[in-house]
């Protein structure tokens, strides 16, 4: 499983790459006490009629592949970005692949354009693509639109190795060549942004806001979005630039996942921190303490350590929005795996080999079928309990055939909580505290 695991995620990331900038930011702006200031974002189903993206063509076994392709491109390219010492935050990680069925709608420029985005809780700073391309941002129609200016050395601006940048008369410029001939460039940037409150009126508008301005990068995010909303911990993630203003947390919410009609929200500021509470590391990613996992009102006899994450960097629990199926640590998965193959068996879901992954997949229809199937929880320290029901446990990837949400590690033994386990549940991240809290929820804003 694990050398299978290792090379389709390898040949799908020949595909992608991994950019990385420091920028050195002045601001004339002089620091303010943070306000109890509240930002909401809209977050709408991509199949929705309100997106632009919707593919009334896309069928079932598609979709169903689309993320498990994806969860394993995704999960290659965390563990290969991991690491045992401290990060630098000034160094922003833009991660080009991600997957989520919920777009972001921001009003960026002015005047203002909606652009539909994918929230990334590891990605740190606001990427969009940029003119010319299809459903993308054109800042040429934007009066507050601002290239900035660059240092073009090692220390300042960082790219892939083939990669550089230029400064210009017009602001700075970044290239990458990639392997397959694929090619991104465009400019660091700022922009106004503005927040809208529930009568559909402007809140408030940020200026001078960093983001990254991608030019025909239409390759790394194809048809699912037009950009990507970082929301990791580091400094020029928008939860950090807008801290001198509202306090530094986040919270998000996420409805049912497999319904167009669903929706969902994503706020700034005063978020939502209500319910469970456990405390996170910041390390590059968001590191949760997964102690054990019960099926029923049984706990899995998992070693203990399972889930810790090692002195060398490997290991760990990593809660991600972009991921989309939950991938745990080999002996934790056999675990988990063993018992509900017993359970699913007694609710007459006999097992069923499924061409396109080796996952545990049985016959029938679990919405249909598994009425009264024990949820699974995760225990996290200081007694925080996620609790999964059978929407966060299985995908139909066929009419017939349903398979597990969940995957096993790679050699490293990293976990990942992937965002069809966070399925009708609010996320609050508290970055003072860095603590996570999280309450079942409708989403209501």
């Not at 045992?84 to 420029?109: N, R």
């Not at 990427?127 to 900035?148: G, V």
Request: hydrophobic content about 35%; aromatic content about 12%.
């Amino acid at each position: 499983m694990v050398t299978a695991f290792r090379v389709h995620a390898l040949f799908i990331f020949s595909f992608t790459t991994f950019i990385s900038f420091i920028f050195c930011i002045t601001s004339n702006t002089a620091v303010a006490k943070p306000r109890s200031l509240r930002f909401n974002v809209e977050l709408i189903h991509r199949e929705s009629l309100l997106s632009p993206f919707q593919n009334p063509k896309t069928i079932l076994s598609n979709k169903a592949q689309r993320a498990y392709e994806s969860s394993i491109a995704r999960y290659t390219y965390l563990t290969s970005h991991i690491t045992s010492s401290s990060i630098d935050k000034f160094k922003i990680d833009v991660i080009p692949y991600s997957s989520l069925d919920y777009l972001a709608k921001i009003p960026l420029g002015a005047p203002a354009s909606d652009i539909f985005t994918t929230i990334d809780t590891s990605s740190g700073i606001l990427w969009i693509q940029c003119k010319p391309c299809l459903q993308c941002f054109d800042y040429t129609k934007s009066t507050t639109y601002t290239k900035l200016s660059c240092f073009c050395s090692s220390s300042h601006f960082k790219l892939a190795s083939n990669g550089h940048c230029r400064e210009s008369p017009n602001g700075c410029t970044y290239h990458t060549q990639y392997g397959n001939q694929d090619e991104s460039f465009g400019n660091p940037a700022s922009e106004s942004l503005a927040f809208i409150n529930s009568d559909g009126g402007v809140e408030e508008t940020v200026m001078n806001l960093v983001f990254v301005c991608g030019i025909n990068d239409k390759f790394i995010i194809g048809d699912q979005s037009a950009g990507v909303l970082g929301l990791a911990a580091m400094n020029l993630s928008i939860v950090s630039q807008l801290s001198s203003i509202s306090q530094p947390k986040f919270s998000y919410c996420f409805g049912n996942l497999s319904d167009p009609s669903s929706k969902g929200n994503l706020i700034f500021g005063d978020a939502h921190i209500s319910g469970f509470t456990t405390p996170f590391i910041f390390d590059r990613f968001y590191y949760l303490n997964l102690i054990g996992i019960s099926i029923g009102s049984e706990r899995l006899n998992i070693p203990p350590g399972t889930f810790d994450r090692k002195d060398s960097g490997s290991g760990g629990v990593i809660i991600d929005s972009g991921t989309p199926l939950t991938i745990l640590a080999k002996e934790g998965y056999n675990e988990v795996t063993d018992e509900l193959s017993v359970y699913l068996m007694k609710f007459k879901c006999n097992p069923v080999p499924f061409a396109k992954s080796n996952r545990l997949c049985s016959s029938g229809n679990f919405i249909r079928d598994l009425n009264g199937f024990p949820t699974v929880t995760f225990h996290f320290k200081d007694n925080a309990k996620l609790v999964l029901g059978k929407w966060s446990l299985f995908t139909q990837v066929e009419e017939d055939v349903f398979c597990l949400a969940f995957l096993p590690s790679d050699s490293t033994d990293v976990s990942v909580i992937g965002n069809m386990a966070q399925q009708f549940y609010n996320f609050g991240f508290d970055l003072v505290k860095n603590e996570l809290s999280f309450i079942h929820s409708h989403c209501i804003i």
